[in-house]
Each structure stands twice: as C-alpha cells, then as structure tokens.
C-alpha cells in the first residue's frame, strides 16, 4: 500500500495516529502540571499554617506576659486567619488529588511510548497490525481518560508552553548522545 501521497490510506492513518500521540503527550504534560501546581500549592499552604500557628502562639503567650492590647487583637487576626485557612484546606486534599493526577500521567506515559513504537514501526507492519494496534491504544487510552481526573484549563497552557516553547518533552541528538554511553552515541559513528 502506497504511504508517502498525502491522499493515501497509509498517510491518513500515520496521520491520524501522529494526532492522537499528540493528544496524548498534552494531557499527560497536563497532568504533570497539576501535579506540581498542587503539589506546591500543598506545600506554601503547610508552611503558611505553621507560620499562622507561630504567630498565633507568641501573640497569645505575649497577652499572658504583658497584657497588651495589640497582642490579643493580632492573636485574634491570626486565629482567624488560621481558621480560614484551615477551613479552606479541609475540604481539598491537594496530596490526594496530586497522586490522581500523577497516577494518570504515569498511566499516560506507557501509552504515549506505545505510541512512538507504532509510529517507529509503522512502514514495518501490515496495515491490519498499524489498525490493530492504533485502536487498543485508544481503548486504553479512554479507559485512562474515564478514570482519571479532568484536567484544566491553567494546566493545558502550562502544558502548551511547556511543549512549544520550552520543548519539554524533545531532546536534540547532541542531548540524548551525551546521555547515553560513548559506545552507543550516534556521534562517534560519523
């Protein structure tokens, strides 16, 4: 079967499975992004509420000791600051939501590589393969979909800076020779 003219069965269908990968790789990169945003957010969250805590504590133990006015009203602003915040995080478990996302990801990365295989191994397989292989990678990929959380709208254009600018997901060859052992780096075979 003739695969280079772009009105070609062959190119219609690397086309369309050149698209899903693509698809694939941005929402797993979103998936990545949510991570760390949760994951940080998490973190200055932790600390803010330590810090609250501290002052909350010392604005107090300031009332014992001296009796101030202003002591009693900042415990009272920290308190409720604290409170808030606390409030806030009770019903979100950014931890929790964080390994969804990053259970996803990961679940998302088998597949993204299934991809690049088929796509290595395209001109070598018989059509029926290339058909048979692209629709249990999207089987898989909706099952993955379906039991996963959604992504946002903050996290796909993460993930599009990511990707377009930043090319976090290529490597130059100079990049993944020096990566490899010099017995293998496409350099020293020149």
């Known amino acids: ?5 772009q009105s070609s069965q062959g190119y219609k269908l690397e086309s369309q499975i050149r698209e899903a990968y693509g698809r694939v790789v941005y929402t797993f990169t979103c998936h990545n992004k949510i991570v ?3 994951l940080s957010l998490n973190n200055n969250i932790k600390v803010c509420q330590i810090v609250l805590s501290a002052l909350t504590t010392g604005s107090f133990f300031a009332i014992i000791v001296s009796s101030e006015v202003i002591a009693s ?4 602003v920290f308190s409720v600051a604290l409170l808030i915040l606390n409030a806030y995080t009770y019903n979100f478990n950014m931890v929790e939501t964080a390994q969804a996302h990053q259970q996803a990801s990961d679940a998302l990365w088998k597949i993204r590589e299934e991809y690049v295989s ?9 059509v029926s393969e ?7 990678l999207q089987n ?12 946002d709208y903050k996290s ?9 600018t ?7 060859e100079k990049e993944i020779d020096v990566m490899l052992p010099n017995s293998i780096r496409r350099e020293n075979r020149k």
């Open 1 to 5: 079967m003739e695969r280079n003219s």
């Open 36 to 38: 760390q945003r949760l």
């Open 73 to 76: 009203v900042m415990g009272a």
């Open 118 to 126: 088929l796509l290595t191994d395209f001109d070598l397989l018989e």
């Open 130 to 136: 290339i058909m048979e292989q692209r629709d249990d």
């Open 140 to 151: 898989r990929t909706a099952e993955i979909y379906a039991q996963s959380p959604r992504t």
């Open 156 to 164: 796909y254009k993460e993930a599009q800076k990511a990707l377009k």
């Open 166 to 172: 930043d090319e976090e997901q290529t490597f130059s």
